[in-house]
């Protein structure tokens, strides 16, 4: 991810929803971290997201990242002559691994608080957008005698097959 992302703003926004034959130099500067950012997700086989969970959702951070990179004609399509279900994924075949820590415990699949977790929720439904066939969440959370670490050895199995060269045990 980037120091400091780019905000979306009107420009930003004509920019998308302009052809891209159609968009003047400036446009193409606007969209151009969002494109970078793109191209990284085009390359990939597998995504691997780090991150806390805030106030029961994703940080502004990560929300500003997924801003950039689910974009209209680049990661998914419209056509309302699909009805009901007007957007569909362009990108395909990609792995997401969510890697998240919490305060609290309880935020998985049978936890007292899974309603609480806005975050694996909203990451699943992004990630169709990414072209994510399964997501993998390995959550980790605090308990009354510490934090629990994720284990390695246990975590690189779900990442069997990748074609990307970055990763290493």
Not at 35 to 62: C, F, H, K, Q, W
Not at 86 to 91: E, G
Not at 124 to 149: E, I
Request: hydrophobic share 40%; glycine share 8%; with cysteine.
């Amino acid at each position: 991810m980037q120091p400091s992302m780019p905000d979306r703003d009107e420009a930003w926004i004509a920019a998308c929803f302009t052809k891209p034959a159609a968009r003047t130099p400036a446009m193409a500067a606007v969209l151009a971290p969002s494109d970078e950012l793109i191209g990284e997700i085009e390359s990939a086989d597998m995504i691997v997201i780090g991150t806390p969970m805030y106030n029961y959702g994703m940080p502004a951070r990560l929300k500003a990242w997924v801003d950039q990179v689910v974009r209209v004609d680049r990661t998914f399509s419209f056509d309302l002559a699909r009805g009901d279900w007007p957007l569909a994924p362009i990108l395909s075949g990609k792995a997401l691994i969510l890697l998240t820590s919490s305060g609290e415990f309880g935020f998985g699949a049978d936890g007292m608080r899974t309603d609480m977790n806005h975050l694996d929720p909203h990451l699943r439904v992004v990630g169709r957008y990414l072209g994510v066939t399964p997501l993998r969440p390995q959550r980790r959370d605090s308990r009354r005698n510490g934090f629990s670490t994720v284990s390695v050895p246990n975590f690189w199995p779900c990442c069997r097959g990748s074609r990307r060269s970055g990763l290493s045990r």
